[in-house]
Nanobody, 126 residues
């Protein structure tokens, strides 16, 4: 069983940078692939990024590719989302999630993930 807690969200202006953290409790963090998702008001939850169990493979939504980076530190049981040059359209609640099934080829759907954090709000102003 894994419990996830996101942190690092807040209010910032476009052109700044922000790093979100997701801390996991439990003994088997490294056995889970991790994903980041986001949800804006009135929209469905959408995929942002994926990282494999070892951290050796990542995959991103086209909308954030080149601006956001997912990383993980298994020794600290933590996954990160580095947000560079965020835009107002990046405003959303950001969630981390853990999966025993997600792979590089199948990582986009929320239904693949077994555990979810409660989310952290990111608001980007112009």
């Amino acid at each position: 069983q894994v419990q996830l807690v996101e942190s690092g969200g807040g209010l910032l202006q476009a052109g700044g940078s922000l790093r979100l953290s997701c801390a996991a409790s439990g003994r088997t963090f490294s056995s889970y692939a991790m994903g980041w998702f986001r949800q804006a008001p009135g929209k469905e939850r959408e995929f942002v990024g994926y990282i494999s169990r070892s951290g050796g493979s990542t995959r991103y939504a086209d909308s954030v590719k080149g601006r956001f980076t997912v990383s993980r530190d298994n020794a600290k049981s933590t996954v990160y989302l580095q947000m560079n040059s965020p835009l107002p359209e990046d405003t959303a609640v950001y969630y981390c999630a853990a999966s025993q099934r997600a792979t590089y080829s199948a990582c986009y759907y929320p239904g693949l993930y077994d555990y979810w954090g409660q989310g952290t709000q990111v608001t980007v102003s112009s």
